[in-house]
């Protein structure tokens, strides 16, 4: 029992039970380090989600001292409210969206609506919605610190559908404006107003898009489009990003319900803060002019102009005695870049000349035949009738003598040379081309948009004043491929694709 091999092997056994004591103890301590790194990095984590709420909560706090509710009034004469119509129906975003219901006998009575606005200048000027305050006879504007205020309407833009109120009193918070071309889509941002006049209402969401147009709101779109909710009485409020800035105006939403749907839109603030000085400053917007005609480039088109789609935008119509047509811009121009800028859409130059002070020379790069060739022009002031202004003298030179009258079958379409009497009647005096006659609506022409009573005056950039010269052209153009034609449909003219079968 004492020999040293027995006591070796204890030894040894001794060890083991060692061993697997330590391991167990180990695996208790892996297990144990592993559950207190677990709770510490959750406690982390938390606490980066309560440093960021806060931090917004700071942001909000910060500018939200500078959002205004305001509520206007105004006697309307044998207006059709029914009797006991609640006050909601007649906020004039509400009423964006809706009919009247029920309407009752007309009769006098006193309208009130419901908005918000942002305060963006010591002297208590205040930035809002054109509809919030149209034509009210009564502007009252509360701050969030419980002041009231009778405001006055400054001036009001409802092509942008903007307007600017002041309040005199003293010492008001103001906003910071930041800059919205530095938005990007899926940024966050927040909107503060006053929803159904619940004062101060405070909702999240991000960028859904940037650029958008052809809404319908307004003249002149270039709308953010954000899911943070905004419902009746956001109207006028701002949209900021998480630095505590302005970076939009809520001023509309999509709708089937009166409710948010998650589509909203606001005007940019770089677009609004244009307006707003030219609000302060004068009362009114004075707005640059080009005095031409555009269209985008559809896909069809630039096939037949050989040119990338999005390139540009195409010059349909120069009015002679405006800007465009007095420094040599001309019918077929593809304007590419504005004022340094490239140009992409019709809405977007139309929005960069109108942001032009008139009498500003401005670089405009056009491209010409597949040459580029740049072009200053002197910007004018808006006028009143830009249809009349671009109108005069706008069309392409007078033709020489009409063909005999014929009638031709061709894409769909049968056409007639301008006579002196069709030119009368139709109002294409010293024009010449092929006049349309009947366009099967099903055919390629009609397809693409031409109509009866047009007026062909071009195939492919070349002259088509007679029948003879339309067919000699659209030979040349291959089966499958686009014909480009310049058509004067109302009272403007416009090119369209068509594709010869």
């Known amino acids: 029992m004492n020999s040293p091999h027995f006591r070796l092997s204890a030894s040894r056994r001794g060890l083991a039970l060692l061993s697997v004591l330590l391991l167990g103890l180990a695996l208790v301590s892996v297990a144990a380090v592993r559950a207190f790194a677990d709770e510490t990095a959750t406690t982390k984590e938390m606490e980066t989600l309560y440093r960021e709420s806060k931090a917004r909560a700071a942001i909000v706090k910060r500018i939200s001292s500078a959002v205004v509710h305001i509520s206007v009034e105004k006697l309307v004469k044998g207006g059709t409210r029914p009797e006991g119509a609640p006050d909601n129906l007649d906020d004039e975003f509400f009423r964006r969206f809706f009919q009247p219901r029920n309407p009752g006998p007309p009769k006098d009575f006193r309208q009130r609506g419901l908005g918000s606005g942002t305060i963006v200048d010591k002297r208590g000027y205040i930035l809002t919605n054109n509809h919030v305050v149209t034509d009210a006879d009564k502007i009252t504007v509360k701050l969030p610190d419980s002041r009231q205020f009778e405001a006055k309407l400054m001036g009001a833009d409802p092509a942008t559908d903007l307007a600017v109120i002041k309040i005199e009193g003293g010492d008001v918070p103001l906003a910071k404006l930041g800059n919205s071309d530095e938005l ?45 909710s905004i419902n009746p009485g956001n109207s006028g409020g701002p949209l900021m990003n998480l630095r505590g800035e302005v970076v939009g105006v809520n001023t509309a939403i999509f709708s089937r319900s009166g409710g948010n749907m998650g589509i909203g839109f606001s005007i940019p603030i770089n677009q609004a803060r244009v307006i707003m000085n030219s609000l302060i400053e004068t009362g009114k917007v004075t707005r640059g002019f080009l005095g031409v005609v555009i269209q985008d480039i559809t896909p069809e088109i630039a096939g037949a102009l050989g040119v990338a789609p999005g390139e540009g935008v195409l010059v349909a119509n120069v009015g002679a005695n405006t800007p465009a047509g007095k ?127 047009a007026l062909i005056m071009e195939v492919d950039r070349k002259p088509a004043k007679s029948l003879a010269e339309f067919r000699e052209h659209v030979a040349k153009v291959a089966s499958g491929k686009y014909v480009l034609l310049l058509a004067r449909m109302g009272d403007f003219d416009r090119y369209i694709a068509v594709q010869k079968p």
């Not at 006049?197 to 270039?222: F, H, M, N, P």
């Not at 022009?377 to 030179?397: S, T, Y």
């Open 184 to 228: 990007e889509v899926g940024e966050s941002v927040i909107a503060i107003g006053n929803p159904f006049g619940l004062e101060q209402t405070i909702t999240a969401g991000i960028v859904s898009a940037k650029g958008r147009t052809q809404v319908g709101l307004t003249d002149y779109e270039d709308f953010i489009q954000t899911d943070a």
């Open 327 to 453: 420094s040599g811009i001309k019918q077929g121009d593809i304007i590419v870049k504005f004022n340094g800028k490239p140009v992409k859409t019709v809405s977007g130059l139309r929005n960069a000349v109108a942001s032009i002070k008139p009498g500003a020379s401005i670089a405009t790069e056009v491209l010409r035949e597949g040459k580029s060739k740049t072009i200053n022009v002197k910007v004018e002031e808006q006028p009143q009738d830009m249809r009349a202004a671009i109108g005069e003298g706008g069309g392409p030179g007078p033709g020489g003598k009409p063909a005999p009258p014929a009638v031709e079958q061709v894409l769909g379409m049968t056409l007639q040379p301008l006579t002196p009497d069709l030119a009368e009647r139709l109002g294409y005096q010293g024009l010449s081309g092929l006049v349309v006659t009947d366009a099967d609506a099903e055919g390629p022409a009609g397809a693409a948009g031409i109509q009866q009573g």
